[in-house]
C-alpha cells in the first residue's frame, strides 16, 4: 500500500518508545499488558502489520488447554518428567492468570472444562496411563469411559476421555483487543514491520510510512518470525490450521473436545454454532506455508468427522470457514531467544498450535526478561539455546496418528 503526503508528514518526527513490540497477536499485547503492569511509566508501542488479532489469535478456536500439544505420556517421552510438568504447569498459569487479571465477560471467559477425547483403543489406554502421572503433578483429570465420553458429547464413536476440569474457552479475539487496550501501548496497525537496525544505543523500527526509536524490541510475530529476522527461520515453520462454523443449534456441547490426539477440536460458540477445526494430519504437506485460504480438501474431511461422530450435527448448514496460520517448533514447546546481533531485543514463537494455552502467561515472561530479570520462571524452558544446531530439515513432521473416521 502506498504513502500519503499526510501520512508521511504525521510520521516523520519518528516517535520514541523504551519499547517496541512487532506482533500484536495475542503475545505482543500480553507483553506490553505486563510491561504495563510492571512499570507503567514506561512508553510502549505495538507495531502491527494488520490489526489487532488479524492473524492466528484472532481466528483460532479459543481453547484454554492445559500440558502440550501431545498426551502427556508423549510429553513425558518427549520433553521428560521436569520439562513435561513445568510446561503444564505454565499453560495452567496462564489460564489462571487471565482469569484473575482481566475482566473475562467482555471475552467470553468460560471456566467449563475441557475433555481430551480418544479416538483409537490405543489412546484410550495412553489417557488412561497418563492420569496418575497427571495427578501427581496436581492436574485436575478424572478419566470417563468411552460410554460416558459419548453420552457427555452426544456423540458416537469415541473411546475414552480426559475430563480436565481446569480447561476454559473464550472468544479469542475480544480477548487481544482487550488485552490490547488495557496494556495502554500505542498501538498501529495496518504497518508491517520492514527492518530493525541498530543506531547508536537505541534500535531504529521502520514500516513503510513510519520510523521508530526504541531502547528494545519485542517480536511476538510467531509464524511471522522468519518473514522479518530470516536467521531464525530454523525455529519456526509455518503451518495452516483451518476451521469452519455451522448455523445454530440447541447446546449439545457443554464443553470444548479436543479429539484423536488433537486431529481434530470442537466446540459450540455463544449461540449455539459449532466450532470445528483440524484434519490437517491428512494433508500434512499441502498445509505447510503462509497461504492463507481455505481447502476443500480439508473441509471435506471435517464434515465428514462432523457428521461420523455428532449425529445432532447431520444437515446442519456450514456458514462460515476459514483459516490461519501457526508456527510450529522443532520439539513442539514454544521457543524464546535474544536477537542475534541486536543485545537486549527478544523474539518467541513456535507456539505449535498451542498460543492461547500460554500466550498471555508469556507476555509476562518477555515482559521480564525485558526489565531486566535474565532467567525468568520458564525461560530456561524455552530458551532457543536448548536446540544445538537447528536446522529446518530436524523439524518433526506431524504426528502420526489415527485415521478418525475409520
Ligand atoms: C485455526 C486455528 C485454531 C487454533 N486453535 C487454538 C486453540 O483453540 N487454542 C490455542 O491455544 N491455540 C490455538 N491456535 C494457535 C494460536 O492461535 C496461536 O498459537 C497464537 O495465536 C499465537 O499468538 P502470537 O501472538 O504468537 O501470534 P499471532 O497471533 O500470529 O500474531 C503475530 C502477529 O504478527 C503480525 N505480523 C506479521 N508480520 C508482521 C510484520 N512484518 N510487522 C508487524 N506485524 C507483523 C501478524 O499480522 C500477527 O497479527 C490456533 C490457530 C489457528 C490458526
Known amino acids: 500500500m502506498s504513502v500519503s503526503f499526510w501520512q508521511r508528514a504525521a510520521s516523520a518526527d519518528s516517535a520514541a518508545y523504551d519499547v517496541v513490540i512487532v506482533g500484536g497477536g495475542l503475545v505482543g499485547c500480553a507483553t506490553a499488558y505486563w510491561l504495563h503492569r510492571r512499570r507503567s511509566q514506561l512508553r510502549v508501542a505495538i507495531v502491527e502489520a494488520q490489526s489487532i488479532g488479524q492473524g492466528a489469535s484472532g481466528r483460532n478456536a479459543g481453547f484454554l488447554l492445559q500440558g502440550t500439544d501431545t498426551d502427556y505420556l508423549t510429553a513425558l517421552d518427549r520433553h521428560g518428567p521436569r520439562r513435561a510438568k513445568h510446561f503444564w504447569r505454565f499453560t495452567r498459569d496462564n489460564r489462571d492468570l487471565i482469569e484473575a487479571e482481566l475482566q473475562g465477560a467482555a471475552f467470553d471467559f468460560t471456566a467449563c472444562g475441557s475433555m481430551t477425547v480418544a479416538g483409537t483403543e490405543a489412546e484410550d489406554a495412553r489417557l488412561q496411563e497418563a492420569v496418575s502421572p497427571l495427578r501427581a503433578i496436581g492436574a485436575p483429570v478424572v478419566y470417563l469411559s468411552p460410554k460416558e465420553t459419548n453420552r457427555r458429547l452426544r456423540a458416537r464413536g469415541f473411546w475414552g476421555s480426559l475430563f480436565v476440569t481446569s480447561g476454559a474457552v473464550v472468544n479469542p479475539l475480544n480477548l487481544v483487543q482487550q488485552v490490547a487496550a488495557e496494556s495502554r501501548a500505542h498501538v498501529f496497525e495496518y504497518q508491517p514491520v520492514q527492518r530493525v537496525t541498530a543506531a547508536g544505543d537505541h534500535y531504529r523500527v521502520e514500516t513503510d510510512g513510519r520510523q521508530m526509536q526504541t531502547r528494545q524490541v519485542v517480536f511476538a510475530l510467531n509464524a511471522h518470525l522468519p518473514q522479518v529476522i530470516p536467521a531464525l527461520a530454523a525455529y519456526v515453520r509455518p503451518v495452516r490450521a483451518q476451521m469452519l462454523a455451522t448455523a445454530p443449534t440447541d447446546r449439545h456441547l457443554r464443553l470444548p473436545a479436543y479429539t484423536h490426539a488433537g486431529a481434530f477440536y470442537i466446540r459450540q460458540g455463544p449461540g449455539g454454532e459449532v466450532l470445528l477445526g483440524g484434519a490437517r494430519h491428512r494433508h500434512a504437506e499441502a498445509e505447510v506455508g503462509y497461504d492463507d485460504t481455505t481447502t476443500a480438501a480439508v473441509q ?78 520458564g525461560y530456561e524452558l524455552f530458551a532457543a539455546s536448548r536446540f544445538s544446531r537447528p536446522e529446518a530439515g530436524q523439524m518433526r513432521a506431524s504426528e502420526a496418528i489415527s485415521d478418525p473416521s475409520s
Open 300 to 377: 471435506n474431511d471435517l464434515e465428514r468427522y462432523l457428521h461420523a461422530h455428532f449425529p445432532w450435527a447431520q444437515g446442519l448448514d456450514v456458514t462460515q470457514r476459514w483459516s490461519g496460520t501457526m508456527g510450529f517448533s522443532p520439539d513442539g514447546l514454544p521457543v524464546v531467544g535474544a536477537v542475534p546481533g541486536q543485545p537486549g531485543n527478544v523474539w518467541a514463537a513456535g507456539f505449535t498450535g498451542h498460543g492461547m494455552s500460554c500466550g498471555f502467561r508469556m507476555g509476562q515472561l518477555l515482559a521480564a526478561r525485558v526489565l531486566g530479570d535474565a532467567r525468568p520462571d
